[in-house]
């Protein structure tokens, strides 16, 4: 026969087993060799630490002294890639975030992966890279983790959750509970540009558009901040619904009434561009590199000066106050000079139709 | 796109103030005047304008917005397309949370329907392409504005030959609203700002005729800020002089005779048909709707979805609030049930609905009602 390089089915035949080294099928998630090649392999050598190399099913952490911070965030994000990040850099640094935003210096992550089977593993290992990069730079470490593969069409790639723990420093309390009436409002720069990007890198803008998710741990920021501004009030990262949302949300757990400038409000003008043709308001626009910080007036300059000294905080700028009228009520200043509400969020956010 | 003239010029706070100042020193009296497009009314809650502008002129809030005008038995009828298994059902963002007679599209979705929000009529073209398995079903909604590319789905759809695409169609048009309005005995309406959009298209002489007949003043008026005070200036002066013209206060948009190639476009789909308006009733050639020669992408037509019995809230006050007749403050169920989250009519539903323009950005001025 001319070709015989294929066996044919004719006469004893034995395939040998195809190696599934290229995309993730679902016996890596059965418990058996697959799973142990696989984490040994893939995760290990991005995710490596002394708690996950013993092998064991938890981790033992040293003791730090002060109150423990745990926080968990689950991370859905469609593209898994994106400009300026990707999931696992999402991953890592919205835990980091929350737990940062407390006051706590975080430093441990665990993080569970829903893998979907025909995952490329070339692109596991590139989110496994990214997370440990943003790791690297946030100072933490990975102690635990577990994976599962479910049947393709059960999930959009992979899906990651990850935990956080952090030690707070005794005595320190920053939480939405504390913003003072007087308190000055500060952001650590322009807002909108993760929720852009992710829409823009969808196809869904109609237009190309340069903008760069702003994706980074905050952790080293805040401390400069709380170095400069130690009673600080409250810190959150303005992540789902904006800077008016959780404005809104730490108006309400305070019961303060709120004041923003409209113009002191940093936006990227591609963001704004955008905002403008699609009808979205940038307040309402996903962040995940920013902070905003309450700040009592004595320190609101020291506060703002120590965001300009870190490379996330460049732009960072005083853009309102807190008050005394209208608990639970956020207003801004408009351009013109007007008063109006913010609100939250009302669901999803739609295009408008002309 | 470039930022500095609407940053610097159009939304700044001394010319703004300038030009209010301008209409200020020529008032006698008070005015009503209405913007008739919904995008001017959340721009002008948006910015607060409202609170800048002399107490004496009174702003009332047109029915142009296509989302709040649609008719519950056109949403019904979505409502039931969708639901269908084959169907792929596409819509601007802003219809799938109106309410229907008992639920909306969101919630269709959500129990397992194949709604798409799409950003353009071309999108769901390009869906039906992609999906020759599947009946893909754009609803075409909205005003003058709307129409050329609604209308440009159509003939994209015919000359791809596709078999699977249709438009659920609800075409309305400015200026019959304006007759509804005007002929009201109840009207307050003294003088119009036109909707810079609808003018981008159509141009604004069909509005002469209106104005003649009905002695009221008007001016093709843009978006910005500075643009609505400018469209306000323009009419309070006519007023105040008593000249019933139509002018352009939006000249670096909309020439008179519009944009022909748009108009040519909606010439060769769509034919004036009756309209129902949500809230207003019927009113005669009002809309347009498909010429017979497009019947095939007729989605009414292509659904057997004539016997809709619909059901609307009888706390919804929203036909005056759409005539201009009441403001949404003056509705019992501002706030509390009615809330963007909840809502019990449609112009608590797009952000160019008046009802949802005050709750989201006025709702201060009724503490005292929300107790």
Redesign the interface.
């Known amino acids: 026969m001319a070709d015989n390089s294929f066996p044919t089915m004719e006469g004893p035949f034995c395939p040998l087993p195809l190696k599934h080294d290229e995309q993730i099928i679902l016996g890596h998630g059965s418990g058996g060799r697959l799973t142990h090649n696989l984490i040994k392999e893939i995760f290990l050598p991005y995710l490596s630490s002394p708690a996950l190399q013993s092998g064991d099913d938890f981790a033992r952490l040293t003791e730090a002294s002060g109150e423990l911070i745990v926080s968990t965030d689950c991370h859905i994000v469609s593209p898994l890639f994106f400009p300026g990040g990707d999931i696992g850099r999402l991953a890592v640094c919205g835990t980091v975030n929350d737990i940062a935003v407390s006051g706590a210096q975080p430093l441990y992550l665990t993080t569970g992966f829903i893998l979907e089977e025909g995952l490329p593993v070339q692109t596991l290992v590139r989110i496994l890279e990214s997370m440990r990069l943003a790791a690297q730079e946030a100072g933490v470490q990975f102690v635990a983790g577990d994976t599962k593969v479910v049947e393709k069409g059960k999930a959009d790639g992979l899906f990651i959750t990850t935990t956080g723990i952090g030690f707070l420093p005794k005595g320190r309390i920053i939480n939405g509970h504390q913003a003072q009436p007087g308190d000055v409002i500060l952001v650590s720069g322009s807002i909108g540009d993760h929720g852009i990007a992710v829409l823009a890198e969808r196809g869904e803008l109609g237009f190309s558009a340069k903008i760069q998710s702003d994706v980074a741990p905050l952790n080293g920021l805040i401390q400069d901040l709380l170095t400069a501004a130690p009673h600080t009030h409250v810190l959150r990262d303005p992540t789902r619904g904006g800077l008016a949302t959780t404005l809104n949300e730490i108006a309400a757990q305070s019961q303060v009434g709120m004041i923003l400038y409209e113009n002191k409000i940093p936006i990227n003008p591609a963001v704004q561009a955008a905002c403008e043709m699609l009808g979205f308001d940038p307040l309402y626009i996903a962040n995940e590199g920013k902070i905003i910080a309450i700040v009592p007036p004595q320190e609101a300059e020291a506060a703002l000066n120590a965001m300009h000294h870190h490379p996330y905080g460049k732009l960072a700028s005083r853009i309102g106050e807190v008050t005394r009228n209208e608990p639970g009520r956020v207003l801004l200043k408009t351009n013109i000079g007007a008063t109006r509400i913010l609100d939250m969020l009302a669901g999803e956010i739609l295009p408008r139709i002309c | 796109?470039d930022?500095s003239l609407?940053?610097q010029t159009l939304?700044?706070?001394s010319q703004?103030?300038a030009e209010i100042e301008k209409i200020r020193r020529i008032l006698t009296r008070r005015w009503v005047l209405m913007e008739i497009c919904g995008?001017q009314t959340h721009a002008i809650?948006?910015?607060?304008?409202?609170?800048?502008l002399p107490p004496e002129i009174e702003l009332v809030h047109g029915p142009g917005c296509?989302?709040c005008v649609t008719p519950l038995e056109l949403i019904d009828k979505a409502l039931a397309i969708a639901a269908r298994p084959e169907v792929i059902f596409c819509s601007?963002?802003?219809m799938?949370?109106v309410p229907g007679s008992n639920r909306d599209l969101?919630a269709l979705r959500a129990s397992g329907a194949d709604v798409r929000?799409v950003?353009?009529p071309l999108?769901a073209v390009k869906i039906a392409q992609q999906n020759p398995d599947r009946q893909v079903v754009f609803f075409a909604?909205?005003?003058e504005?709307?129409a050329p590319p609604n209308a440009m789905s159509v003939l994209q759809a015919k000359r791809l030959g596709l078999k699977n695409y249709s438009v659920l169609v609800s075409q309305v048009l400015v200026p019959p609203a304006m007759h509804a309005i005007l002929s009201s005995p109840h009207n307050r309406v003294e003088g119009f700002l036109l909707a810079g959009?609808v003018c981008t298209v159509m141009g604004y002489q069909d509005y002469l005729p209106i104005a003649e007949q009905y002695r009221v003043p008007m001016a093709v008026t843009g978006f910005e800020?500075l643009d609505l005070v400018r469209g306000i200036f323009t009419v309070v002066k006519l007023l105040e002089n008593n000249q019933v013209r139509v002018e352009n206060a939006y000249a670096r948009v909309v020439k008179p005779e519009g944009n022909p190639a748009a108009q040519a476009i909606i010439q060769k789909v769509f034919q004036p048909v009756d309209r129902n308006w949500r809230g207003i009733g019927r009113i005669p050639l009002s809309g347009w709707g498909l010429r017979p020669e497009f019947a095939e992408f007729d989605a009414e037509l292509r659904f057997d979805v004539a016997a809709i019995q619909t059901h609307e809230s009888p706390l919804c006050i929203a036909g005056q609030i759409l005539q201009g007749l009441k403001k949404p403050l003056d509705c019992p169920a501002f706030a509390d049930p009615c809330?963007?989250?909840n809502p019990l009519g449609a112009p608590m539903v797009?952000?160019?609905g008046a009802c949802a323009a005050y709750?989201?950005?006025?709702?201060?001025s009724t503490?005292s009602k929300e107790g």
Do not use: W
């Open positions: 796109m930022l609407l940053n939304r700044d706070e703004v103030k995008g809650m948006q910015s607060g304008l409202d609170q800048l296509p989302v601007f963002g802003d799938l949370r969101f929000v950003y353009s999108d909604i909205g005003f504005t709307t959009h800020p809330t963007p989250q797009s952000a160019e709750y989201r950005f006025a709702r201060s503490l």
